[in-house]
T-cell receptor, first 114, second 114 residues
Framework: GENVEQHPSTLSVQEGDSAVIKCTYS??????FPWYKQELGKRPQLIID?????GEKKDQRIAVTLNKTAKHFSLHITETQPEDSAVYFC?????????????FGTGTSLTVIP | DVKVTQSSRYLVKRTGEKVFLECVQD?????MFWYRQDPGLGLRLIYF???????EKGDIPEGYSVSREKKERFSLILESASTNQTSMYLC?????????????FGPGTRLTVL
């Protein structure tokens, strides 16, 4: 099955700096890669996603890049703000004979220091 | 706006009790999932269902069962709760069976087994 690894597990940055979170996956059949943000005590919320036919996607201060050859994808947050502090999860998804399969990374706890 | 709700936000049960966790989605989604979330382990799939009365085991199904009698409702059952099942339980749903569908999460149930 698919194996998703996520690094780092914790990340602290100064407000205004950039943050980068990296994930790798093992199964080349994965073709959809969402990123979720989970604030303390709240549900994971989708913040950005990328499909395997795209190399990069940007939404304001958030961007995701995908390297299919190397099987890794990254989340980039620029001009970080204190409200960006949360746990971020990457995931890889594929369609199998028994339905959608999602495989999650172990999460990165991001702290933005004012 | 997709709404995924879970029957309880917090639950305290005793060892050996039978526990029911219920998830309801109101957007006619076909696929529904149950995960447990533990620090440092990310989200791990317990069971998922891609149609009424259909279920598939995830990565950690031991000690759990599920029921999906109606499309909108997916129940997780702990037949005999144990202390190692103390965790945050998250339900999720997606619209169809395309691997690029977005997953929506419920608010979570924090279960404590004493």
């Amino acid at each position: 099955g698919e194996n998703v690894e996520q690094h780092p597990s914790t990340l602290s940055v100064q407000e205004g700096d950039s943050a980068v979170i990296k994930c790798t996956y093992s199964d080349s059949a994965s073709n959809y890669f969402p990123w979720y943000k989970q604030e303390l005590g709240k549900r994971p919320q989708l913040i950005i996603d990328i499909r395997s036919n795209v190399g990069e996607k940007k939404d304001q201060r958030i961007a995701v890049t995908l390297n299919k050859t190397a099987k890794h994808f990254s989340l980039h947050i620029t001009e970080t703000q204190p409200e960006d502090s949360a746990v971020y999860f990457c995931a890889a998804s594929m369609l199998s004979t028994i339905g959608n399969q999602f495989y999650f990374g172990t999460g990165t706890s991001l702290t933005v220091i004012p | 706006d997709v709404k995924v709700t879970q029957s309880s936000r917090y639950l305290v049960k005793r060892t050996g009790e039978k526990v029911f966790l219920e998830c309801v989605q109101d957007m006619d989604h076909e696929n529904m999932f149950w995960y447990r979330q533990d620090p440092g382990l990310g989200l791990r799939l317990i069971y998922f269902s891609y149609d009424v009365k259909m279920k598939e085991k995830g990565d950690i199904p031991e000690g759990y069962s599920v029921s999906r009698e109606k499309k909108e409702r997916f129940s997780l059952i702990l037949e005999s709760a144990s202390t190692n099942q103390t965790s945050m339980y998250l339900c999720a749903s997606i619209k169809g069976t395309r691997s690029t569908d977005t997953q929506y999460f419920g608010p979570g149930t924090r279960l404590t087994v004493l």
